[in-house]
């Protein structure tokens, strides 16, 4: 059974700094990995996904999350915040079921506030 | 090109009421799905429709709730009756193909409140 958790429920730093959301995951299999982000009142859109390539996956608005087998994480970075960037983010673990479907299993979402 | 939407974006109706959510998806995409974020919790799968056919409903809570994808074009989602539990956040997304790694596209929600 595939598990995700999102370490902070609420992040909050100044305009210009950088960001750190936390993820852990566990997996029974090779997973495939996402970052949604939620703005107010907009449906999910994905900001990147890990999918056994490169470890360190670049998304977009300049956010980048690195894949470590080692330490079951994908933590979601970003060198300098923005305004626009506050939002509530979700991290996912995805796994191909018999069915077909690939089932995604959501963290429980960061809201990320950025100060002015 | 237009995303995935939903209607209505907010609803609220008493317990015992029946409610009924419509998901659009991106045109062409066969695969729809229905999630559900309750208070604050995870978003949790409810169902995976392939064209019209339910590939997999693992995640409908109760036989309250009924989902439809007619003509395998939009989807509805309906509640009868609705319980205070059933109040949350409901998404749907689309995807275009099987297999691996295809993306999900998520509307932007409706917010069922149940009172």
């Known amino acids: 059974a595939q598990s995700v958790t999102q370490l902070d429920s609420h992040v909050s730093v100044s305009e210009g700094t950088p960001v750190l959301l936390r993820c852990n995951y566990s997996s029974s299999y090779s997973p495939s990995l996402f970052w949604y982000v939620q703005h107010p009142n907009k449906g999910l859109q994905l900001l990147l996904k890990?999918?056994?390539?490169?470890?360190l996956v670049k998304g977009i608005n300049g956010f980048e999350a690195e894949f470590k087998k080692s330490e079951t994480s994908f933590h979601l970075t970003k060198p300098s915040a923005h305004m626009s960037d506050a939002a509530e983010y979700f991290c996912v673990v995805s796994e191909l079921q018999d069915t077909g479907r690939r089932a995604l299993t959501f963290g429980s979402g960061t809201r990320l506030q950025v100060q002015p | 090109e237009a995303g995935v939407t939903q209607f209505p974006s907010h609803s609220v109706i008493e317990k015992g009421q029946t409610v009924t959510l419509r998901c659009d998806p991106i045109s062409g995409h066969d695969n729809l799905y229905w999630y559900r974020r309750v208070m604050g919790k995870e978003i949790k799968f409810l169902l995976h429709f392939v064209k019209e056919s339910k590939q997999d409903e693992s995640g409908m809570p109760n036989n309250r709730f009924l989902a439809e994808r007619t003509g395998g074009t939009y989807s509805t989602l309906k509640v009868q009756p609705a319980e205070l539990e059933d109040s949350g956040v409901y998404f749907c997304a689309s995807s275009q193909a099987r297999g691996a790694h295809n993306e999900q596209f998520f509307g932007p929600g409706t917010r069922l409140t149940v009172l």
């Open positions: 890990y999918t056994s390539a490169a470890t």
